[in-house]
């Protein structure tokens, strides 16, 4: 079977896959990050754009950390890969194929900086958009040594800009649009103040700040799209489906949203809803408020109960009987600790709840629980909050998705960074913050030593303020319940817990 590159013609390819063959449009687009989710919805806006001829432009990828095996595939494909897009929509079933043709080309900065710069210096480009994860958009001290690639993506795009400043600045509408799609609050708002500390700490020329503040615009934005990536399970099925082989066929949901506080420049650079696309100018606010506390949340509270109980896919988590009831009652008690109207919530809902049941998406609970104390922390916690202080007591449900959080992060062994569990038999790999797994790994072997009874095992955690940024144990009853939880959980296994905690 022959590989997806431009020399594969219209004919080989099945005739269920869209193509639409885009060459020799301009390079307008600098992406930092080339993961399955920017694939999956950026590029594939660009195409969608380009297909009606509303954008006329393509973009050049760049990976933002030293190791990762997609540009070199991208490259070997030309700048060709395969979207998938399967589910429900408005109760019809979408099943699409579509060959995204707006990648010129990917680099990697630690080995082509200088085209990096080069790109930067372009006439040609006027945004860059970025996903590098919620760990990407962070500090770290490092020098500017010109020609050498700086290490993290704040860094980098604050290099990429001073090239650019110092190639371009007074030749026109040398400024760019700043588009960051990583799911942390107020993300452009962030990436720029690093930019700025970058620039004073490099002690570039105070022009160039006030080209970065004047002449630039950064856009906060909230991404929604599920994208479960690379078929892996099923990869031989997908490629005889195309009738090529490709190694970077990304799946997803027919369902996206795009909010981006961007002004009428920025709406006419990236003209996403002349093509048509489900995009919300303006304030992010109100849709980060659901998406966050009423998707993400979700997701959170079921990955670690429902993989323990037995499942490994969101779908099957909705289709399980007990767990099915667990994830409403979640919805019930998250949904008054979320800013909204009433009606707005409950169409939210009733939209989320039909997505999780999508037929056609394999989206592991494992992959959602990357990070997820982290994600407690920033998802559910609030809700928690909220919930006690307008009802005066614990939701139970949520409380007990912290129990199931614990007993999921019960380590059999360390493996370097990672801890490692166990399920019925099968090891499975946690991936938390360094910090995380370090007090974790502490206090359950102390648990398990009987050096710490459960109920100071669950207050050493709950009280960790570098996890929690504040001493949990002082939400009233919290400690008590989640270790009554907790204890449930450890002496008859997870699936009676769920079924006593959801027949009360
Ligand atoms: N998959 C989804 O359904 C979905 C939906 C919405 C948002 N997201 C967000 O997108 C992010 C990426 O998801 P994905 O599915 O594309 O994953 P992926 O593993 O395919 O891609 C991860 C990307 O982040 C980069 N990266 C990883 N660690 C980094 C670091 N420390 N600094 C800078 N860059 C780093 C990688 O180089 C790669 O470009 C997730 O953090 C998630 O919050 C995912
Ligand atoms: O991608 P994560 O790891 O931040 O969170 C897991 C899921 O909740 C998330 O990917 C959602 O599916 C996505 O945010 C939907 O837009």
């Known amino acids: 079977m022959k590989r997806l590159t431009k020399s594969l013609t219209k004919a080989e390819i099945s005739t269920a896959v869209n193509y639409t063959r885009l060459e020799d449009l301009p390079?307008?687009?600098?992406q930092f990050g080339e993961g399955n989710f920017l694939r999956c919805f950026i590029d594939w806006m660009l195409q969608q754009m380009n297909n009606q001829g509303v954008f006329n432009g393509r973009a050049v990828l760049v990976q933002p950390i030293a190791h990762g095996p997609v540009i070199d595939m991208l490259n070997e494909q030309d700048g060709l890969y395969t979207v998938v897009l399967r589910g429900i929509q408005n109760g019809e079933t979408v099943d699409t194929s579509e060959v995204i043709s707006s990648v010129s080309r990917g680099l990697n900065p630690y080995t082509q900086w200088e085209e990096v710069l080069a790109l930067a210096a372009s006439p040609d480009l006027e945004i860059v958009f970025s996903n590098t994860t919620e760990a990407g958009i962070t500090y770290l001290k490092e020098a500017y040594v010109e020609g050498k690639t700086p290490e993290s993506y704040p860094a980098k795009l604050t290099s990429f800009l001073f090239c650019r400043f110092q190639e371009l600045e007074g030749s026109g509408d040398s400024g760019l649009v700043i588009v960051p799609c990583e799911l942390i609050e107020e993300n452009a708002i962030k990436l720029k103040e690093l930019v700025l500390r970058h620039a004073a700490e490099w002690e570039l020329p105070k022009e160039f700040v006030r080209w970065i503040n004047?002449?630039?615009?950064?856009?906060?934005?909230?991404?929604?799209?599920?994208?479960?990536?690379?078929?892996?399970?099923s990869v031989d099925e997908f490629h005889r489906l195309l009738g090529y082989e490709d190694k970077l066929i990304t799946v997803g949901e027919p369902y996206h949203m795009f909010a981006v506080d961007g002004d009428e420049t920025v709406q006419e650079k990236i003209p996403f809803h002349k093509a048509g696309l489900n995009i919300r100018w303006g304030d992010i606010t109100p849709h980060r408020e659901l998406k966050v506390r009423l998707l993400n949340g979700p997701h959170t509270m079921m990955f670690s109960v429902a993989y323990l109980a037995g499942v490994d896919t969101v779908l099957q988590a909705m289709e399980d009987a007990v767990l099915r009831k667990f994830i409403d009652k979640g919805f019930h008690e998250l949904t008054p600790t979320v800013y909204a109207g009433e009606d707005e919530k409950n169409a939210f809902v009733q939209a989320v709840t039909e997505r999780f049941l999508n037929p056609y998406?394999?989206?592991?609970?494992?992959?959602?629980?990357?990070?997820?104390?982290?994600?407690f922390k920033s998802r559910l916690l609030p809700s928690v909050e909220r919930y006690i202080e307008s009802k005066g007591t614990l939701p139970k449900t949520i409380v007990f998705s912290l129990?199931?959080?614990?007993?999921?992060?019960?380590?059999?062994?360390?493996?370097?960074?990672?801890?490692?569990?166990?399920?019925?038999?099968?090891?499975?790999?946690?991936?938390e913050n360094e910090n995380v797994i370090d007090a974790i790994y502490t206090t359950w072997n102390k648990f398990s030593a009987n050096e710490t009874t459960l109920s100071q095992f669950v207050a050493t955690l709950l009280g960790d303020t570098s996890i929690w940024d504040k001493d949990l144990n002082n939400l009233p009853g919290l400690t008590n319940a989640v270790t009554a939880d907790l204890q449930q959980i450890l002496e008859q296994g997870m699936r009676a817990a769920v079924e006593a905690l959801v027949s009360k």
């Open 27 to 30: 390079e307008k687009v600098v």
């Open 214 to 233: 004047e002449d630039n615009h950064f856009c906060n934005t909230l991404v929604d799209r599920i994208v479960t990536g690379y078929p892996k399970d």
């Open 361 to 375: 998406n394999k989206h592991f609970l494992l992959d959602i629980g990357l990070n997820a104390v982290y994600k």
């Open 403 to 431: 129990a199931a959080l614990f007993a999921f992060y019960r380590p059999v062994r360390r493996d370097g960074k990672a801890l490692v569990g166990e399920r019925d038999g099968m090891e499975y790999t946690m991936r």
